[in-house]
């Protein structure tokens, strides 16, 4: 009786686990327009100019996720 207890307790609280990370995945907002620019131009580059750290999985997931946190990038003038 005990095991079927426990049993159920864990496939409960591996369930609750799925249900909420699959909830603050739909929460994260898509990445800043200016991210996927930038993503989009370094594609275009032969693989000899690509920058190194762009091609970075970590950077790649972690790029969206400052962006988001320090309100997007703000583009700076050129013209002064």
Same mark, same amino acid.
């Given at each position: 009786?005990?095991?079927c207890?426990? #049993?159920n307790?864990?496939?409960m609280?591996?369930t609750?686990l799925?249900l909420?990370s699959?909830?603050?995945a739909?929460?994260?907002p898509?990445?800043?327009?200016?991210?996927?620019?930038?993503? #989009?131009?370094e594609?275009?580059l032969?693989?000899?100019?690509?920058s190194?750290?762009?091609s970075?999985?970590?950077?790649q997931?972690v790029?969206p996720?400052t962006?988001?946190?320090?309100?997007?990038? #703000?583009?700076?003038?050129?013209?002064?």
């Amino acid at each position: 009786m005990f095991d079927c207890l426990r #049993q159920n307790l864990h496939t409960m609280r591996v369930t609750l686990l799925v249900l909420s990370s699959a909830y603050l995945a739909s929460c994260i907002p898509p990445p800043h327009p200016a991210v996927v620019a930038v993503r #989009q131009a370094e594609e275009l580059l032969p693989p000899h100019l690509r920058s190194p750290a762009l091609s970075n999985p970590h950077l790649q997931r972690v790029l969206p996720l400052t962006s988001l946190l320090h309100n997007g990038e #703000q583009a700076r003038s050129t013209t002064s």
